[in-house]
C-alpha cells in the first residue's frame, strides 16, 4: 500500500532522514519508534506534503501512485490521513464547518456527492458519540480552547469523518490520560482495523501499542530505519531503552 | 518536495467575475465640470429650484477646497475635467414599468445575481427557509433603473424612492433632512457629491412601522471615464426598524473611475437602522492598473433618545478606499456600531474606519474592524472615538485585529481617542498576526485546496463581522472573501 524507498529529507539544507525504507501493506498496523531527533515527526510531515521538507532523494509510493508529486489536500483526496501531534486552531471557524468542508472538497475530488449539512451533522455526532466527545465540541472553533486530550480526541474525530485508507498517528498518545488513552486506541482499532486499511503509528511510548497491537515495530534513529521486529520489539524497547537497540 | 509544492499551489489568477461591460447606447453630460454641468444634471432630473440652488452652492464652495491629504494613501492627481459626470441609458424605462427596462440591462442585473424582478427572490441558501424578499433600487451609472416593491411597501408607509424621484414627490421630507447629517462643507468629496449627486436612494420609514423586507441598492458604474456621485438618505422615524443593503460592481477598465457617494442617515427616538455594505467595485489588476477610487462619506445621526445605528461593511473591492461610516450619539442612550472586514490585495490602498461622537448621556459604541492585507497592499484602519463634556457615562469598546497574508503588505491601526468626560470607559484592543503555516498546512492535509483553505481560515477570522450580515448577504460575503483572496498565497 505504502512503499518508502532510500527516503533522504531536509529541511532548511539540513538533512532528517538519510535513506529510510519501509513497506506498509493493507491489513497491517506499523509503529515507528524511536529517540528525540530521529526524524519521527519529519517523516510524518514528507509523507503529508508539508512546505519547507525537501525531499532530496528517493522515493514514496503510495496505492500504485508517487506520492511526492501530491499537493497535501491530494494526498487527503487520495485517502491519507494525517493525525497531528500538536494539532492547529483556526479560530472562528467550527469543526462542523471545517470538516464539512474538508470531507466534501475531498469527495467532490473523488467524484462522489457532497454530503447535505443534516447528513454530515448526523455522521459528525455519530463519530464525536463514539469517541466519547461532547457533540457540543463540534459547533466550537477548531481545537480553540481545546485541553491537549481533547484536541487528540478531535483527530480521531475528524479521522472517522474523513475515513481514510491509511493513517499517519503522529504522537496521537501524547498528552492523553489513561481512561482518553483507551477511548482512542479503540477509536483507531475501529476506525482503520480492516482489510483494505493501513496505520502508521509514531509514538515515544509502548503506553498506546498496549491497545493498538502492532503487526511490525520500526526504530528509527537518525534519519533511518535501524531495527525492525514485531509487537515485542516494543516491550524490548521500553525495558532497555533506544540507546542500546538504536545504535 | 518543497519546489513540488510551490508547483501544487500554484497561484491562480485573481478572478473579477463582475467585470463585463454592458453595451448599451448612453447619453453623457458633455466632459468635464462647471456650473453647467451641474445645471445639466439638475435639468435632467426635472428638479425644483431649490435642489438647484443647493448644488450650485456646493458646487462654489467645492471651487474654494483641497482634497483632503491626511490618509495613508498615496492618490495620484485627479484631473476633474477630464471625466463625465453623468450618463443614463438611452432607452431609459419609466420607473414604474419594469417591462420597458432595456433588455441589456435587465440581462446585466441577471449576470450579477440581483432580483429586480420581483417575483425573482434572491437565490435561496440552505438554512436560510423561507426565502426573505429584499427590494431593490437598481442604479445603473447615473440613474436608477427599477425600484421594486413599491406597492407593498407603501402599504406598510415605508417610502422607498430612487432620490431623484423623492426630490420631485417628496421634497419637504427630503429638504428636512438632506445635508443635516453631512453638510455641504463636510468635505472636499462630501461637497463634490452635494454639487453633482445623481442618483441614489431615498428610504422613509415612519413611525413604529418595522420595515416588512430588507431594502438594498444595488449600484452599477458601466460607462467608461465616468464618476458615480451616490446620494443616500434614510430617515427612521420614532421607533421604527429597518435593515438595509448596498452592493456595488463595475466593469475592468484600464482607467481609474472616481466613486464619492455620500450616505446619510437619521435615528429618530427608539429607531433604529441596520446598513450593511459589500463594496466589490472593480480593483483594478494585479499590477494595479485601473479600478475605482471610492471615497466616500457615510454618517448617522443617532438623534432620538434609545436610538441605535449599525454599520457592517464588507470591503473588498476598489483600487483605493477612503471610507469612514460613522456614528453620531447625540441622543442619550444612544448606541453605535460599526463592524468592517476590508480587504486589500495586489496594489490596493484602504484607508478606512469609524467615528463615533459621543454627544447624548449613557450613550453607548461598539467597533469591531478586521483588516486582511495580502500582495503588495496597504490596509489602514483609522478610528476616532470622542467623548463630549456633557456625554456622561459613555462606553465605547474597540477590537481592530489585522492579517497578513505574504510579507510585502502592510498593515495599520491609526486610533484616536478624544475623551472630555471622565466616567467614559473607553477600551481599546488591536492585533496583528500572520497567516500561519501550520494552519494552512493543517486545512490541506484534511483535504482543501490552498484556495480553500485561505479563504477558510480568512472567514474565521472576520466571523464576527460576517455574522452580522443578513444571512444571504454572509454567503456571499463570504466567497467574495476567497475570491478576492485568490493567487495571494503561494
Not at chain 1, 456527492?113 to 463514539?130: C, P
Not at chain 2, 440591462?105 to 438554512?127: D, F, M, S, W
Not at chain 2, 492585507?373 to 477590537?399: C, H, I, K, M, W
Not at chain 2, 489585522?402 to 470607559?425: F, K, M, W
Request: proline fraction near 4%; glycine fraction near 8%.
Amino acid at each position: 500500500m505504502l512503499v518508502i524507498e532510500n527516503l533522504h529529507a531536509e529541511i532548511d539544507g539540513k538533512p532528517i532522514l538519510k535513506g529510510l525504507s519501509l513497506s506498509v501493506n493493507a491489513g497491517e498496523v506499523h509503529a515507528i519508534m524511536g529517540p528525540n531527533g530521529a526524524g519521527k515527526s519529519t517523516l510524518g510531515y514528507v509523507l503529508g506534503g508539508r512546505p519547507g521538507y525537501e525531499v532530496t532523494d528517493g522515493s514514496v509510493t503510495f496505492a500504485g501512485q508517487d506520492l511526492l508529486e501530491l499537493a497535501p489536500h491530494e494526498r487527503a483526496a487520495a485517502g491519507l490521513f494525517l493525525g497531528f501531534q500538536y494539532p492547529v486552531e483556526i479560530p472562528g471557524v467550527s469543526n462542523v464547518q471545517f470538516l464539512r468542508e474538508a470531507l466534501n472538497a475531498q469527495r467532490a475530488s473523488r467524484e462522489e456527492k457532497a454530503l447535505s449539512g443534516a447528513e454530515f451533522l448526523k455522521l459528525a455526532r455519530e463519530e464525536a458519540r463514539k469517541l466519547d466527545m461532547d457533540a457540543e465540541m463540534l459547533k466550537r472553533p477548531v481545537n480553540v480552547g481545546f485541553s491537549g486530550g481533547e484536541k487528540k480526541r478531535n483527530e480521531m474525530v475528524q479521522m472517522g469523518i474523513v475515513n481514510p485508507k491509511f493513517a499517519i498517528l503522529d504522537e496521537t498518545d501524547s498528552g492523553l490520560d489513561i481512561d482518553a488513552l483507551r477511548i482512542v486506541g479503540d477509536g483507531i482499532n475501529r476506525i482503520m482495523r480492516a482489510p483494505e486499511k493501513a496505520v502508521l503509528l509514531i509514538t515515544h511510548y509502548q503506553r498506546l501499542l498496549d491497545y493498538v497491537q502492532p503487526d511490525f515495530v520500526h526504530v528509527l534513529a537518525d534519519g533511518r530505519i535501524t531495527r525492525s521486529g514485531g509487537a515485542e520489539l516494543a516491550h524490548q524497547l521500553e525495558r532497555e531503552g533506544y540507546a542500546e537497540i538504536a545504535a | 518536495m518543497a519546489t513540488k509544492n510551490a508547483e501544487a499551489y500554484a497561484a491562480v489568477s485573481k478572478k473579477y467575475e463582475w467585470g463585463f461591460a454592458t453595451d448599451i447606447e448612453q447619453d453623457f453630460a458633455p466632459k468635464g465640470l462647471s456650473e453647467d454641468t451641474v445645471r445639466y444634471i439638475s435639468a435632467k432630473k426635472n428638479e425644483p429650484e431649490w435642489m438647484l440652488d443647493w448644488r450650485l452652492k456646493a458646487f462654489r464652495l467645492w471651487l474654494t477646497m483641497e482634497a483632503p491629504d491626511w490618509s495613508k494613501l498615496n492618490i495620484p492627481p485627479i484631473d476633474y475635467q477630464d471625466a463625465y459626470y453623468y450618463a443614463e441609458p438611452k432607452a431609459k424605462a419609466t420607473i414604474a414599468s419594469l417591462d420597458e427596462l432595456d433588455p441589456e440591462i435587465r440581462r446585466t442585473y441577471e449576470k450579477l445575481g440581483i432580483p429586480i424582478e420581483e417575483q425573482k427572490l434572491l437565490a435561496n441558501v440552505e438554512g436560510a427557509e423561507p426565502p426573505r424578499r429584499v427590494a431593490v433600487d437598481a442604479v445603473f451609472d447615473s440613474v436608477s433603473v427599477a425600484t421594486t416593491f413599491r406597492a407593498e411597501l407603501e402599504r406598510a408607509g415605508v417610502i422607498f424612492r430612487s432620490i431623484s424621484e423623492a426630490i420631485r414627490e417628496y421634497p419637504d421630507l427630503v429638504r428636512k433632512w438632506l445635508g443635516k447629517v453631512v453638510p455641504q462643507r463636510d468635505n472636499y468629496f462630501a461637497t463634490l457629491n452635494s454639487a453633482v449627486f445623481s442618483d441614489g436612494t431615498f428610504v422613509y420609514i415612519p413611525e413604529g412601522v418595522r420595515c416588512p423586507m430588507e431594502l438594498s441598492t444595488y449600484f452599477r458604474i458601466n460607462a467608461e471615464n465616468t464618476g458615480q456621485f451616490e446620494r443616500t438618505l434614510i430617515v427612521a422615524d420614532k421607533g421604527s426598524y429597518v435593515s438595509y443593503l448596498e452592493g456595488c460592481t463595475a466593469p475592468m477598465r484600464d482607467e481609474n473611475q472616481l466613486h464619492a457617494a455620500v450616505v446619510e442617515l437619521v435615528a429618530l427616538d427608539d429607531a433604529e437602522i441596520k446598513y450593511s455594505t459589500v463594496q466589490n467595485w472593480y480593483p483594478g489588476d494585479e499590477n494595479g492598473v485601473g479600478g475605482i477610487y471610492n471615497f466616500v462619506t457615510k454618517r448617522a445621526l443617532c438623534q432620538g433618545r434609545n436610538s441605535k445605528v449599525s454599520w457592517t461593511q464588507v470591503e473588498t473591492g476598489s483600487a483605493i478606499t477612503w471610507k469612514y461610516p460613522s456614528c453620531v450619539l447625540a441622543g442619550d442612550n444612544s448606541v453605535g456600531e460599526f463592524y468592517s472586514v476590508a480587504v486589500t490585495n495586489n496594489r490596493q490602498q484602504a484607508d478606512t474606519g469609524t467615528k463615533m461622537i459621543h454627544l447624548g448621556k449613557n450613550t453607548k459604541s461598539t467597533i469591531v474592524s478586521k483588516g486582511i492585507s495580502a500582495g503588495r497592499s496597504d490596509n489602514t484602519y483609522r478610528g476616532l472615538v470622542r467623548v463630549a463634556p456633557t456625554a456622561e457615562g459613555v462606553r465605547n469598546f474597540t477590537q481592530c485585529d489585522s492579517l497578513l497574508l505574504g510579507d510585502q503588505c502592510g498593515a495599520h491601526t491609526v486610533p484616536y481617542i478624544e475623551v472630555r468626560n471622565p466616567s467614559a470607559q473607553i477600551e481599546h484592543e488591536a492585533t496583528t498576526s500572520k497567516i500561519s503555516e501550520d494552519q494552512l498546512f493543517y486545512a490541506m492535509s484534511r483535504g482543501l485546496d490552498q484556495e480553500a483553505a485561505v479563504a477558510l481560515i480568512v472567514n474565521g477570522f472576520a466571523r464576527e463581522v460576517l455574522q452580522q450580515l443578513p444571512m444571504e448577504f454572509a454567503v456571499e460575503a463570504q466567497k467574495l472573501l476567497g475570491i478576492s483572496l485568490e493567487g495571494s498565497v503561494g
